[in-house]
């Protein structure tokens, strides 16, 4: 059975970090593309960042330089490190991997930037 558990979301104030981490299982990790989306209130799920199987990664234009990716293979992680939070990153953020038609979710944690 797939399970993609995320973990670290919460309060933060404008200008703070954040820590999602991601834990997957029932399925070969080192093999798929893992990702995080985010899904803002009234808006579509969007593309955060991904990292590719080469670790090579893909980052929104609206989070690049701010937000980084990390995966871990041996533990079967996968991290979104985010700095520097802005109220218009508020979400619910969900861990996402990929490999061809073989698509999974997490159940997604809520972030909020707030004073």
């Known amino acids: 059975q797939v399970q993609l558990v995320e973990s670290g979301g919460g309060l933060v104030q404008p200008g703070g970090s954040l820590k999602l981490s991601c834990a997957g299982s029932g399925f070969t990790f080192a093999i798929y593309t893992m990702g995080w989306y985010r899904q803002a209130p009234g808006k579509e799920r969007e593309l955060v960042a991904d990292?590719?199987?080469?670790?090579?990664?893909n980052i929104a234009d609206s989070v690049k330089g701010r937000f980084f990716i990390i995966r871990n293979n041996v533990e079967k992680t996968v991290t979104l490190e985010m700095n520097s939070l802005q109220p218009e990153d508020t979400a619910v953020y969900y861990c996402?991997?990929?490999?061809?038609?073989?698509?999974?979710w997490g159940q997604g944690t809520q972030v909020t930037v707030s004073s």
């Open positions: 990292i590719d199987v080469s670790r090579r990664t």
């Open positions: 996402n991997s990929k490999r061809g038609v073989d698509e999974f």
